[in-house]
């Protein structure tokens, strides 16, 4: 499968526990991006790599939420002290950088997280 | 920053009729207007998109137009079929530095009646 892959695809935890997810983009992506999507809703920002860059962050993005892209190729999202509120579907992105501003977005199965 | 908004956020037609969904945006930047199909428990799936230097695409049975002066821009399904049923979220962006991440409408959930 070479599109974008997502780990784990479920994640329970406990409220005040950590939790850390992983996506791989498509090989040679070098744009990767976070969103949150809850039920009901469409998918929201949380932030942009480009490369091992990272050059946008949302509001949304508490101090308990950090990403990483060490190598420019996958990318972890860790939520520290987890609450109910963080309860949702994160959804990984990637796109290449062809030189225009804007290049399709082709998105993973998501990481469905449920705090108890 | 962008606002996009969706309507309608249901939708239910008689297989073989037209669809169509609409969505405003805010910032008149956004040049970039993808639609993402999004089956249940499925990653959204990009299905058309249109830049802001047309005002219409079409592939095949699926076409958007985009009213930049207006700022909207509408999904136009024709000859609607039961595996078309799915929530389709309209997103925008500018690409500009600082704002390279799509803004996305609450989306519509599409039902095809057999």
């Known amino acids: 499968d070479t599109g974008v892959s997502q780990n784990p695809r479920h994640k329970i935890t406990k409220r005040g526990q950590n939790v850390t997810f992983r996506c791989d983009p498509i090989?040679?992506?070098?744009?990767l991006y976070w969103y949150r999507q809850t039920l009901g809703q469409g998918p929201e920002f949380l932030t942009y790599?480009?490369?091992?860059?990272?050059?946008?962050k949302s509001r949304l993005l508490s101090d308990r939420f950090s990403a990483e892209r060490p190598k420019g190729s996958f990318s972890t999202l860790e939520i520290q002290r987890t609450e109910q509120g963080d309860s949702a579907m994160y959804l990984c992105a990637s796109s290449p950088h062809t030189g225009a501003p804007n290049a399709e977005a082709f998105f993973g199965q998501g990481t469905r997280l449920t705090v108890v | 920053g962008e606002n996009v908004e969706q309507h309608p956020s249901t939708l239910s037609v008689q297989e073989g009729d037209s669809a169509v969904i609409k969505c405003t945006y805010s910032?008149?930047?956004?040049?970039?207007f993808p639609w993402y199909k999004q089956e249940l428990g499925k990653r959204p799936q990009l299905i058309i998109d249109?830049?802001?230097?047309?005002g219409e695409k079409k592939d095949q049975r699926i076409a958007v137009t985009l009213n930049k002066t207006a700022k909207h821009f509408s999904l136009h399904i024709t000859e609607t079929q039961p595996e078309d049923s799915a929530v389709y979220f309209c997103a925008a962006s500018s690409g500009l530095v600082g704002a390279n991440n799509l803004f996305f409408g609450t989306g519509t959930r599409l039902t095809v009646i057999p």
């Open positions: 249109i830049r802001s230097n047309v």
């Open positions: 910032d008149s930047a956004s040049n970039y």
């Open positions: 790599f480009q490369n091992e860059a990272q050059l946008e």
């Open positions: 090989s040679e992506h070098n744009r």
